[in-house]
């Protein structure tokens, strides 16, 4: 028998003994990649998956194997990708020969069913953000127009579009959609997106490699330039230097930029006033929260493009409990489309009320910042406020550093974020401590067994 389809054998005798959201959360993107010696190595995704395979489903797993090749006595756990990835196409084919409904995919991601388009190397735009698939409403016409207009007018009427609101409203896509347009136009115009993180880590590479002339000439020769998330950059002060002379190097020579950040130029405390003050020159163009109309018409756009039919009662439902933002609408409304996928009866509004609703309350029981910082804090018997604030007592320093690490590992939190969660600490500090310990945990056997506990920790959090 093939390794993959003595891993198939192993999932269908796991599968029925655990619920389907457990199931997918442990089992989904895992796979055997090797056998030999009387051992089976199988991959799991991440260090946290891997850790609870080892201690809660081992004998299971083994068990299941052993009954299939007897010769198997042992199981190594690696984290790596299978060569045929297969648990979905398993899962799906699996629940619909049981005929029972799936109970709610409460942990399944989203990503499952949004197919992402490859982004264009030499640009770095994702071909999915089009103006096409925009829809505009009373909360974000503002922007939209300005966007349309720098289209239209590249580098002479709004100079620099700053464009500013919460997360999830579509920034990245409005900003990424202008920069498409200009090229479908002018394809002969050189155009850039960077997010502002992307941006800080090829700075400090180029600083490593002595490679800087090279990154200016990158950014300061585009026509249009155009930066994500800026709040990041106004931390430190180095990082705002070098974007302000590429700003500059810009403007001087109309070249359009095209900014989006989760704040206005004058809440961003850190800002340098040289730089408001430009941004304050050109257009700032503010996103906000789409009302109940608009959200039903944007779920109503985005079924019709899935090819899959859900009812109005079912989309009003999604539109009346998922208010903060576009993303999470997608997110609703993806996890629907996969429901009704997968059960044989179309959904109703009710069944959609509880999907969503389910949904919602799931990530609290499963891991969060607050969980980390919480579990984090009780291990080691030290406040939480200690623990995010700036103290420099040494037995602070450490735990504050695993937390750290615990974010990024579980949450794949990016490192600007995680220092927002730290005071504001900056990112290089976070990317640091993140480095300290997984090289720490190369060394130190007794590292890994805390992490473990606290792991099991942050679970019953
Ligand atoms: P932000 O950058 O503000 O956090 P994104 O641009 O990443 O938000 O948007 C989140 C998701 O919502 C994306 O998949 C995006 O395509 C979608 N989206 C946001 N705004 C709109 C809109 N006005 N029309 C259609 N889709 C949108
Ligand atoms: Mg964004």
């Not at 103006?131 to 007018?153: C, D, P, R, T, W």
């Amino acid at each position: 028998m093939e390794k993959h389809e003595l891993w198939q054998a192993v999932l269908a005798k796991i599968e029925p003994a655990l619920s389907r959201p457990n199931f997918l959360t442990w089992f989904q993107g895992t796979g055997i990649t090797e056998i030999a010696g009387g051992t089976a190595t199988v991959c799991v995704p991440n260090g946290f998956v891997r850790e609870w395979l080892a201690q809660k489903h081992h004998k299971t797993i083994l068990h299941a194997l052993r009954e299939i090749s007897a010769d198997i006595r042992e199981i190594a756990y690696i984290i790596g990708k299978p060569d045929r990835a297969a648990p979905s196409d398993f899962l799906k084919t699996r629940i619909l020969r049981r005929k029972r409904p799936p109970t709610p995919a409460a942990f399944m991601p989203d990503e499952m069913s949004i197919i992402e388009l490859s982004v264009n190397p030499e640009t770095c735009l994702n071909p999915r953000y089009t103006f096409a698939n925009f829809i505009v409403g009373s909360f974000n016409e503002l922007s939209h127009a300005a966007a349309q207009s720098v289209v239209k007018n590249l580098g002479t009427t709004y100079n620099p579009l700053f464009v500013y609101g919460g997360v999830g409203l579509g920034k990245t896509h409005l900003i990424q959609a202008i920069g498409n347009e200009v090229l479908t136009r002018h394809p002969s115009l050189k155009v850039r997106y960077v997010p502002s993180e992307k941006y800080m880590g090829e700075i400090v590479d180029a600083l490593r490699n002595q490679q800087m002339g090279a990154l200016k000439e990158k950014y300061r020769s585009v026509d249009l330039f155009i930066m994500d998330d800026l709040q990041f950059i106004a931390r430190t002060e180095k990082m705002q230097e070098e974007f302000f002379h590429t700003f500059n190097a810009l403007y001087e020579r109309n070249r359009q930029i095209v900014i989006s950040s989760d704040r206005p130029p004058q809440a961003i405390a850190t800002l340098e006033s040289r730089l408001r003050s430009r941004f304050e020159g050109g257009m700032i163009a503010d996103v906000g929260l789409p009302d109940f109309e608009t959200r039903l018409t944007i779920l109503k756009t985005k079924a019709a493009t899935k090819e899959m039919a859900l009812s109005d009662d079912v989309l009003r439902c999604i539109a009346e409990h998922v208010t903060n933002n576009i993303r999470e609408l997608e997110g609703a409304l993806n996890r629907l489309i996969m429901a009704s996928k997968l059960s044989a009866a179309p959904i109703d509004a009710e069944a959609a009320r509880k999907i969503i609703t389910n949904h919602a309350a799931a990530p609290k029981k499963f891991l969060s910042h607050k969980k980390i910082l919480k579990a984090v804090s009780d291990f080691y018997d030290i406040g939480e406020k200690d623990l995010i604030h700036h103290s420099r007592k040494k037995d602070v320093v450490r735990p504050r550093q695993i937390a750290m690490y615990l974010m990024r590992e579980n949450l794949k939190t990016s490192y600007p974020a995680i220092g927002d969660k730290f005071g504001g600490r900056d990112h290089t500090t976070v990317i640091h401590s993140c480095e300290k310990v997984a090289q720490d945990l190369l060394i130190n056997p007794e590292l890994e067994e805390e992490l473990k506990a606290l792991r099991e920790k942050i679970l019953l959090t």
